[in-house]
């Protein structure tokens, strides 16, 4: 007597190739992504810092400061159309960005962030 296997299919009814070297629950669970996981120490810290170089400019106002990790920026009004900008820059802290494992991900997502921010301000 042939037995027949139950096959794993997709929701659109194409048979799944490999379901034996995925990360599920249970054995008919979806598969499990790594970003549903429990969060590392690390990530944690990460999270705190990732893509903050730069303050938010989404919150901008005129006399208050943006603060970012290692850039700050104030611009206060003077009057008519007059304004004194202000940029200070935490050298320790860029300095602790530089050690970090994560720095090019992390300085390439702060500044794709800054042009988005820059594109919705001209919007």
């Known amino acids: 007597m042939s037995e027949e296997r139950e096959r794993m299919t997709t929701d659109a009814g194409r048979l ?20 549903f996981l429990p969060v590392t120490e690390k990530e944690e810290h990460m999270k ?20 970012g990790k290692v850039f700050q920026i104030r611009v206060d009004s003077l009057g008519s159309g007059h304004r004194d900008r202000k940029l200070d820059i935490d050298e320790a802290a860029w300095r602790d960005c530089r050690r970090c494992e994560d720095f090019g991900n992390c300085y390439e997502f702060s500044n794709a962030k800054l042009q988005m921010q820059l594109v919705l301000r001209e919007l």
């Open 16 to 35: 799944v190739g490999d379901n034996q070297n995925s990360l599920r629950v249970g054995p008919r669970d979806p598969i499990v992504f790594e970003e």
């Open 48 to 67: 705190d810092c990732f893509g903050t170089i730069y303050p938010d400019l989404e919150h901008f106002q005129f006399g208050r400061p943006m603060i």
